[in-house]
């Protein structure tokens, strides 16, 4: 082991390269942040209790420390800050102000800055000065003296030196050498010019942060700071010596502080080292061995050694029971994603060998082979537990969206002059972490413009007999094998006549008689906007289109529902993950289909009759008083077809995208869970297709795009 | 080998010390709080408890407290490892039982030299 000197960068220690914990500082140090911001945006002003602030506290206290430890001195600076303000408020010495809660928010912006800086993205250093300033202000507002004078009672004095540490706001290197000294002041014939140190670092806010050690009492003339630093020494000792005369003052690197209590259980012999960082207790249990002066120490850290064992004596330590401890680690576990798709990739080979197995198993005698059947039907239930559990393991919470919106429409109202409160449901719904990833630009896109073009001013929400504060309403659910997210408002809604008006002078091909659904389709048009003024919030019109374009290449749909004057919904459907479905497999002559399960309605042997033919080509069927377009798949797929006696009899009903069709088919073959392949990635874009899928008889099978088949039905 | 209950709230710090201390040649638990720590100690005796002050559920200095009324770890040498050096903070260490205390940030050489001073 290396004998680092104190100097060495804070990213080496004992050998040990503190780098290889880095990332799990960011990871965490991020968590930590996005935690604070959500409490700091549900925090009552009036009455912020307790627990939260306590919280809020804690998220601040932990991203310091672990700055501290591995050496980013800005971030730790900040938080340091934060830190200060967040304990006046928690120990109720400060009451929260709103103007707290912003500089708190802003400072959380700059330290997600600062850490991706740390993590090698964009390499300008992020200015927090006018920050750190505004911080050190609230503190000390709450103080009521700002700028107070020198001879201040000692316990205030020491409030404001803790609060007065600086930026070190180093610009060129990532990882800065952060020093912990001692400077010790003395004998000095007035103690309390070391008071002016104080002040020293308070006015250049380079220099770092002193506190003192000695709890503000000098012992016969001297006193004992700590100071922390990247200042070079003799550059330190020089400024202090406008203060205190250059003999008075001994720098010393402090080693990082311990200290053992003095006669405590387990403390080491000598009872207080002169080393400030750490302790033991005098008496206290544990403490380090030896022959201590204190032979009142009871034979520390040893578990009396039963005297019936003779052969022990000489370890008077017994070995503790630890089979146990090994088993009980830390509780979650990060994994790369690659590994988890890696393990979903294998699964679903497994699956399409389970299902090939389960088709084979079917031709066989199971009076003969009822263990081999009984065995198949075991692993088809294993299987699917399996591939369930695997699953669940890239399913991540909603929450996770939904929770960069509070932020983002607090900053979004402000700009637009706007009161917008949002409310959001079942965050907890889980789904697919690459959906989640996909669907949260669309998503912002539309919280975006509900506030923008949805909810107005609130002069003008009076007017209309509205509540001045718009609501915009996030909602999550599962529906069947997908899951809905709407986005809400209580704005002015969609106005049916200007859409259409819009259409025209675009010279969109519209008419009067379309039904609102088609109207408000409109919006998904390219270059579309309805907002009479282009606004720096919500785009130019592009975006609405795009949006609508990521939602369908996620397998998903929108619809979008209003009432002028009233709001609008747009209500996003998405299927649970992108990798795995459960279909319907239709046979039409030799081919074979796959249905989404989740667009499947029903069912139903055609008679003699049932279908009609209106206006030339379009066929439809009526199905309990409704009329719905017939698809004959085999003539849309052009499907060979030798067996001219047999004709397709079986009719499906499926729904997408708000409308119904019937699908004509030979037959049901069965449900089952099937392992998507994509079709454009290995082939080609076919119209009418959504990807393929691998049979359990080794056929590939085609999955059906029924939002495509249904939308073609009604031309 | 001797067994330690590594206690801290942040997984960053809990890696660097466990990591630590098992470079050192030490058996490492961890745990997430003091709460956890608790249920553990409740399972397998340990040479040494270090933990960290601030955490939720659980603080260190409640964990030194209910430690020390067990029976099995009224001599065990417990650490507090805290941001704050002062000695108000120290006395609330020492009337709960604690052995002592170590200041973070501290670098890994540092708190293998204080381990040394409690366990050999």
Known sequence: MGEPSPHSAASQGAGIDLSQFFQVFFEEAGENLERMEQMLLAIDIEAADEETL???????????????????????????????????????????????????????????????????????????????????????????????????????????????????????????????????????????????????????????????????????????????????????????????????????????????HAGAPGAPPEPDPPDPGYGFFENAPGGPQGQGDEAVAPAPAAVAAPPVVPGAASTPRTAPSRPAASGAESSTLRVSVEKVDQLINLVGELVITQAMLAQTGKGVDTALYQQLAS??????????????????????????????????????????????????????????????????????????????????????????GKPETGIVTLVASHQGGSIVIEVRDDGKGLSRRKLLAKARERGLDVHDGMSDQDVYGLIFAPGFSTASEVTDVSGRGVGMDVVKKNIVALGGSVEIDSAEGHGMTVRVRLPLTLAIMDGMSVGVADECYILPLSSVVESFQVQPGMIRTIGGSGRVVEVRDEYMPVIDLERVFDVPRFDFEKAADI????????????????????????????????????????????????????????????????? | MHSILAVDDSASMRQMVSFTLKNAGFNVVEAVDGQDAWDKAGKADFDLVLTDQNMPRMDGISLTRKLRENPRFKSTPILILTTESSDQMKQAGRAAGATGWLVKPFDPSKLIEVIGKVIR
């Open chain 1, 375 to 464: 065995g198949l039907a075991d692993l088809e239930r294993n299987t699917r537990d399996l591939q369930e559990a695997v699953m669940s393991i890239r399913m991540i919470p909603m929450s996770v969206v939904f929770n960069r919106f509070p932020r983002m429409l607090r900053d979004l109202a402000g700009k637009l002059g706007k009161k917008v409160e949002l409310v959001t449901q079942g965050e907890a719904t889980e789904l697919d972490k690459g959906v989640i990833e996909k669907i949260t630009d669309p998503l912002t896109h539309l919280v975006r413009n509900s506030c923008d073009h949805g909810i107005e001013l609130p002069a003008e929400r009076l007017a209309r």
């Open chain 1, 651 to 715: 009719m499906v009903v499926v729904e997408a995208e708000g409308g119904r069709a019937a699908l004509l088919v030979d037959e049901l073959i069965g449900q089952q869970q099937i392992v998507v392949k994509n079709l454009e990635a290995n082939y080609r874009r076919v119209d009418d297709v959504s990807g393929a899928t691998i049979l359990g008889d080794g056929r590939v099978a085609l999955i059906l795009d029924v939002g495509a088949l249904v939308r073609r039905s009604r031309h």
């Open chain 1, 54 to 260: 306590n919280a809020i506290f804690r998220c601040a206290h932990s991203v310091k420390g672990g700055a501290a430890t591995f050496g980013f001195a800005d971030v730790a600076e900040l938080t340091h800050q934060m830190e200060t303000l967040l304990d006046k408020l928690r120990r109720h010495e400060l009451q929260p102000t709103t103007a707290m809660v912003d500089v708190l928010l802003e400072s959380g912006d700059a330290l997600k800055a600062q850490l991706a800086r740390h993590q090698g993205s964009g390499d300008d250093p992020i200015e927090t000065e006018a920050l750190l300033r505004t911080i050190r202000a609230l503190v000390e507002g709450g103080e009521g003296g700002v700028g107070a004078p020198l001879a201040r009672p000692l316990a205030v004095q020491d409030a404001v030196s803790r609060g007065a540490c600086a930026s070190v706001s180093s610009p060129a290197p990532i990882v800065t050498t952060v020093r912990a000294l001692v400077l010790t002041v003395g004998p000095l014939a007035d103690p309390r010019q070391a008071e002016n140190l104080f002040e020293l670092f308070r006015e250049i806010p380079d220099l770092g942060t002193i506190e003192p050690l000695d709890g503000g009492q000098a012992i016969d003339g001297v006193r004992r700071l700590r100071i922390v630093t990247t200042t070079p020494d003799a550059e330190l000792i020089d400024l202090c010596t406008f203060h205190v005369a250059r003999e008075a003052l001994r720098l010393e690197p402090a080693t990082e502080g311990y200290g053992f």
